[in-house]
Structure formats: C-alpha cells, structure tokens
C-alpha cells in the first residue's frame, strides 16, 4: 500500500528555518511526482512546491522561491522542503501528497491530480 507521512512542522519565530519531511512508502519517486501543499485558515489549499525526478523538475510557488528547497533521497524513500526564511504568512498546514508523474508541468498545482497525501504537519511562524 501507499503511504505519506509528512513531519517536521513546529512552532519558529519569524526568520528561523524548517525543514519537512515527507516519508513515502509502496512508490518509486522515480515514477511519481512529489509535491507539497499548503493550507492556511480560511484559504484555499496552494500549491507549494513539487519534484518530479522522472522529468528532472522542480517548482516553487512564487511566494516561496529563494527561500525553500525541495529535495529527495531515493534511498530514504524521503522528500524534504528545506524552508528558510519564515515569515508569519508561512503560516499552515503543510500536506505532501503524490500522483504518478505523466502530466504535463501545468497540472502539478491541482491538488485534485494527487491520488495519495500525507496527514499534514502544521507549521507556525510567530513572534
């Protein structure tokens, strides 16, 4: 069976640094792409960042760029979103979830595409 456990979150002053991570099980992140969603009380669920090693790619949401890093150890089976710089609108919970990687590059900001998620870890960023 397949299964995503995200972990990590916490509770950080503005500025500090996290780093999540989204253990997989039953997949090969060879044939699917990993993503990271986001989503903050009363908004909608966004799309933070996605790998894709089948393509060779990776995608920020503007508000994240320079600031996270996503990354991936096959052996580990594990993606990780280094996140530096947080600010009080990092504030979320934060979902991986996981679809096999045969769409094109504009489809990975859908969360409807995702077929398996994680339980979310929640991320607070507080002075």
């Known amino acids: 069976d397949v299964q995503l456990q995200a972990s990590g979150g916490g509770l950080v002053r503005p500025g500090a640094s996290l780093r999540l991570s989204c253990a997989a099980s039953?997949?090969?992140?060879?044939?699917?792409?990993i993503a990271w969603f986001r989503q903050a009380p009363g908004k909608e669920r966004e799309g933070v960042s996605w790998?894709?090693?089948?393509?060779?790619?990776?995608y920020y949401t503007d508000s994240v760029k320079g600031r996270f890093t996503i990354s991936s150890d096959n052996a580990k089976n594990t993606v990780y979103l280094q996140m530096n710089s947080l600010t009080p609108e990092d504030t979320a919970v934060y979902y991986c979830?996981?679809?096999?990687?045969?769409?094109?590059?504009?489809?990975?900001?859908?969360?409807?595409?995702?077929?398996?998620w994680g339980q979310g870890t929640q991320v607070t960023v507080s002075s």
């Open positions: 790998i894709r090693n089948s393509a060779g790619r990776t």
């Open positions: 979830a996981a679809v096999r990687s045969y769409y094109n590059d504009f489809y990975y900001s859908v969360a409807g595409i995702y077929d398996y």
């Open positions: 039953g997949l090969s992140f060879d044939e699917y792409a």
